[in-house]
């Protein structure tokens, strides 16, 4: 079964600096994987997605991410962070079993962004 | 096309009363899906249906939960009687079948039970 680790529930980084949130993955079979970001009183959107084309992913606002099939990880990295990155965001993985298009969450990455 | 509504955004209620959370999927999404995110257990997926099926409900928590999807644009979660412990933010995501499976949230329900 399919599973997502982040690593920290709370990152702090300083407005200008990079930004590396962690995310490993476990599937038996070839994954997508996705970010998705929450910001305050919002629904879940989507950042980028990994769906077996190139490795190294664009998103929205900035951010990337690359799949890395021997290390299992897919790390969500930005140059230059922004006060508007701060949020919360979920590394999530997908692999259709039986025709079920069911993918889970990790348990999110709080981002704080110091002035 | 106006993405997931959910309604309502905000419900207070007092323990024991019935709470029914709205959802209206993207047109043509043919999945569903119900969350309930807290901050002790984050996201949690609890009943997903396909055309109209429900697919799994093992994430429902108990008894005092139902959810139904009488057509494609529209369902609802139910939660009869209500709890204190039942406070939570409430999505209701959809997606489309042969896609790559991401799924559009809606903006939430707050719930809470006092």
């Known amino acids: 079964a399919q599973s997502v680790t982040q690593l920290g529930s709370h990152v702090s980084v300083s407005e200008g600096a990079l930004v590396l949130l962690r995310c490993n993955y476990s599937s038996s079979v070839p994954p997508y994987l996705f970010w998705y970001v929450q910001y305050p009183n919002q629904g879940l959107q989507l950042l980028l997605k990994y769906t077996s084309a190139a490795t190294l992913v664009k998103g929205i606002n900035g951010f990337e991410a690359e799949f890395k099939k021997s290390e299992t990880s897919f790390h969500l990295t930005k140059p230059s962070a922004h006060m508007s990155d701060a949020a919360e965001y979920f590394c999530?993985?997908?692999?259709?079993?039986?025709?079920?298009?069911?993918?889970?969450f990790g348990k999110g990455t709080r981002l704080h962004i110091l002035p | 096309d106006a993405g997931v509504i959910q309604s309502p955004r905000h419900e207070v209620t007092e323990m024991g009363q019935e709470v029914t959370l709205r959802c209206k999927p993207i047109s043509g999404h043919d999945y569903l899906f119900w969350y309930r995110q807290t901050m002790m257990r984050g996201l949690e997926l609890l009943i997903y249906f396909n055309n109209n099926v429900p697919i799994d409900d093992s994430g429902m928590p108990e008894d005092r939960f139902s959810a139904k999807m009488p057509n494609a644009s529209f369902s609802t979660l139910k939660i009869q009687p209500s709890e204190p412990r039942d406070s939570a933010v409430y999505f209701c995501a959809s997606t489309r079948a042969g896609g790559e499976y991401e799924q559009y949230f809606g903006p939430g329900t707050r719930l809470t039970v006092t």
């Open positions: 999530a993985v997908s692999e259709q079993l039986y025709g079920d298009d069911k993918i889970i």
